[in-house]
Nanobody, 125 residues
Framework: VQLQASGGGLVQPGGSLRLSCAASGFTSDYYAIGWFRQAPGKEREGVSCITCISTSDGDAYYADSVKGRFTISRDNAKKMVYLQMNSLKPEDTAVYYC????????????????WGQGTLVTVSS
């Protein structure tokens, strides 16, 4: 199982970024992709996650801190998940990771086994 996150960068407060997560190395049609972030000196926290089932719209969840600003979406055929981040704040600065679990979506990183390298998001003027 491989995960590749991309799309990070430097953005001013109030700006936007779109992160992409490419998942590969598995054939299951029932899985969830989560986005997590880790700021220096802090624990990894769940940002958003979505269940990826071909026969459903996909249940999506968000941390309270990003609700209304971030939107998660998926392309099951490509095994891609995206995180559109709008109205970014300095406190959103962190390394963002995506991960997969073969079950329902959850924001708790404890339940995710497979991790890729993250992508750095810096929100600063």
């Amino acid at each position: 199982v491989q995960l590749q996150a991309s799309g990070g960068g430097l953005v001013q407060p109030g700006g936007s970024l779109r992160l992409s997560c490419a998942a590969s190395g598995f054939t299951s049609d029932y899985y969830a992709i989560g986005w997590f972030r880790q700021a220096p000196g802090k624990e990894r926290e769940g940002v958003s996650c979505i269940t990826c089932i071909s026969t459903s719209d996909g249940d999506a969840y968000y941390a309270d801190s990003v609700k209304g600003r971030f939107t998660i979406s998926r392309d099951n055929a490509k095994k891609m998940v995206y995180l559109q981040m709008n109205s970014l704040k300095p406190e959103d600065t962190a390394v963002y990771y995506c991960s997969v679990r073969f079950g329902t979506a959850t924001l708790n990183p404890f339940w995710y086994k497979y991790w890729g390298q993250g992508t750095l998001v810096t929100v600063s003027s």
